[in-house]
């Protein structure tokens, strides 16, 4: 007889790991779910993309990646159930994430959906009530296994329909990672990883910068979402922000990510940082934003800047600014 399947969300933590394991000793065949939006940590360098694909393979299942991008961003500008202690709006992003898993369970004849959430870790997506919650959302009500925590949730319809028994899930509750530390000894999961989700959102610094982007721009892009993630940034106006690289990476990231109307400025042959003027009244800002690139250069007082729009160089030659003239600016101090 042909095993039963199951479809897992999984990501590069232990406790996701942990579910497949246990499914898989009651002898489910399993088909992971991995979920990228645009602001995991996913394919940057060995980003949690990367983590994913290898615990796929030491796990021996198949691995679907689902990305949610545009229809991410819609949701993240008013999410149903609000946000947490950042910009993270966990209980949606979940709900979007099963909604994910439930299309693969349709479309590989799966019979429900298993994930390594444990009751009680996570302040705002892992209590009863908002587990509940993303079930409905998701359209899986009493079709996700936990097997973690299942022993303290209600009975699922795998469990009334006799595909699995209470007596094979889990109790786990909290924070404390002792049991699964245990149970990963005992699956002989080496290595097991540290506890810690990669999203962006839960980052106060960087929830500071996009609650800043989405309360000045109507529906920002994948490339505004990308500009957050490097240099410092400073709000200039209602219409206008100015990003600063702090390093080679950083500055060519952004000379990558500049559009036809930005701006761009560096300082004429000498170390220092690429700058970036994004917005209606960028032009009016060109000579401040001058004075704050060589302010973090290397170059002497008074050298020259090159500014760059779409086509067209100039140069200007300015005074270092002083941090007076630009920290009241800093979005995330």
């Known amino acids: 007889m042909a095993k039963k399947k199951v479809v897992a969300l999984l990501s590069g933590g232990l406790d996701s790991q942990l579910a497949v394991r246990m499914m898989q000793k009651q002898g489910f065949e399993v088909s992971a779910v991995a979920i ?7 394919d940057c360098g060995r980003g949690c993309g990367f983590e994913i694909r290898e615990r796929a393979d030491d796990l021996n299942v198949n691995l679907k990646t689902v990305y949610l991008g545009d229809e ?8 149903k159930y609000g946000r947490g202690a950042g910009f993270n709006p966990c209980v949606d992003c979940r709900a979007m994430m099963f909604d994910a898993a439930k299309e693969h369970m349709e479309e590989i004849g799966a019979d429900f959906v298993i994930s390594g959430e444990v009751v009680g870790q996570r302040p705002m997506s892992q209590h009863r009530r908002a587990l509940k919650t993303i079930e409905e959302e998701s359209e899986l009500d009493g079709v996700i296994v936990r097997p973690l925590s299942g022993g303290l949730l209600p009975a699922t319809k795998p469990e009334k329909d006799g595909l699995i028994q209470r007596k094979d899930l889990g109790m786990i509750r909290g924070r404390s990672r002792k049991p699964q530390l245990a149970m990963a000894k005992e699956f002989g999961i080496r290595d097991p990883p540290n506890a810690g989700g990669g999203c962006l959102l839960t980052d106060p610094g960087f929830g500071l ?104 160089k100039t140069e200007c030659k300015v005074k270092a600014a002083i941090e007076d003239d630009y920290l009241k600016y800093r979005i995330n101090p």
């Open 36 to 42: 990228k939006t645009p602001f995991c940590d996913f």
């Open 72 to 79: 991410y961003i819609k949701m993240l500008k008013n999410p």
């Open 209 to 312: 910068r996009a609650e800043d982007l989405f309360s000045h721009i109507e529906t920002p892009t994948i490339n505004d979402i990308d500009l957050l993630k490097v240099g410092r940034h400073y709000r200039l106006d209602q219409q206008t922000k100015m990003v600063i690289g702090r390093n080679k990476t950083e500055n060519h990231t952004i000379q990558m990510l500049a559009l036809p109307n930005d701006i761009t400025l560096e300082v004429r042959d000498h170390m220092g940082p690429t700058t970036i003027l994004r917005g209606d009244t960028a032009k009016d800002y060109v000579e401040f934003a001058a004075s704050v690139t060589l302010r973090y250069s290397d170059a002497p007082d008074g050298y020259g800047v090159v500014t760059v729009l779409g086509n067209t």
